[in-house]
């Protein structure tokens, strides 16, 4: 299974380039086994401060397949080992949003949500946001 991924610039000069990559993955590979590619690739770009969250996304799931906090190097609560085929949308296409800081992320999880506190915490959300004000703090 061929997955491409892209990216958002992180910066002025990072637009410049085509962020846009293909990887070959067996085709039962899991979410897991993406992120576990990606960080032996070296796809993410390092950022000053190292404190921001990749989100992977695509046209069937465009809010949230997983996300990816640098920092620590540690995928959010929304991670589940799921195959790949399963959340394709059949292009075999998938796009990761740039959030510059764990409380941006928690702030797109409540603007997903709106004030249904119990649907975000129902679907996982809550332990990724304890999670975002953990990275926040700084601890």
């Not at 046209?59 to 996300?67: A, V």
Request: aromatic share 14%; net charge neutral; glycine share 6%.
């Amino acid at each position: 299974m061929n997955i491409t991924i892209n990216r958002d610039s992180v910066c002025a000069g990072d637009d410049v380039f085509d962020h846009r990559q293909t990887f070959e993955l067996p085709e039962n590979a899991t979410a897991k086994e993406l992120l576990r590619q990606l960080e032996r690739s070296r796809y993410f770009p390092q950022i000053s401060g190292n404190n921001v969250v990749w989100v992977l996304t695509n046209k069937t799931h465009p809010f949230c397949i997983f996300s990816y906090f640098t920092k620590h190097r540690k995928p959010g609560q929304s991670l589940k080992d799921i195959c790949l085929s399963a959340l394709d949308d059949g292009s075999g296409q998938f796009y990761l949003k740039y959030y510059y800081s764990p409380a941006k992320w928690k702030e797109r999880i409540i603007q997903e949500y709106g004030d249904d506190t119990y649907s975000r915490w129902r679907d996982g959300w809550g332990d990724e946001m304890e999670y975002c004000n953990l990275l926040t703090r700084g601890k």
